[in-house]
């Protein structure tokens, strides 16, 4: 079981993250990709929330393959190209993550692999079998 921290002590979050997330001995670890908002048939998006939609389908997706769950994740790092996406960003994340409170960065870069693209997700996650 993941123990979360946030921390009274600390500036809170505007978002529903966590200040650190504590993995238990025997765990095991998953690191993802970075996960980008392209459909199974090569189409990306152009809507900010829709390719953060198709981010956290691929991240479930990636997840189940080793029995995970979006709630076993303890970090992500999002990259996001446009300052003014952060908010939907997290509406979507707050979504598919509920009361989960994974640790996370986010950073405003200049581009991604493609031009297309505005987020790119990458995640770690820990279970105990």
Do not use: C, W
Not at 49 to 72: H, S
Not at 98 to 106: I, N, R, Y
């Amino acid at each position: 079981m993941l123990k979360v921290h946030v921390l009274d002590e600390l500036y809170s979050h505007s978002s529903n993250v966590a200040h650190g997330v504590e993995v238990p001995a025997g765990a095991r670890l998953m690191f993802t990709n970075g996960q980008v908002g392209t459909k199974p048939d090569g189409v990306t998006p152009e809507a900010t929330a829709d390719q953060a939609e198709v981010i956290f389908g691929r991240l479930k997706a990636v997840l189940k393959a080793a029995y995970m769950t979006l709630g076993d994740v303890v970090r992500f790092d999002v990259y996001l190209t446009d300052q003014a996406d952060v908010k939907t960003f997290v509406e979507v994340r707050d979504h598919f993550m509920g009361d989960h409170k994974p640790g996370a960065t986010l950073l405003i870069v200049k581009g991604l692999a493609r031009p297309e693209l505005k987020i790119e997700v990458e995640a770690v996650a820990a279970k105990v079998d």
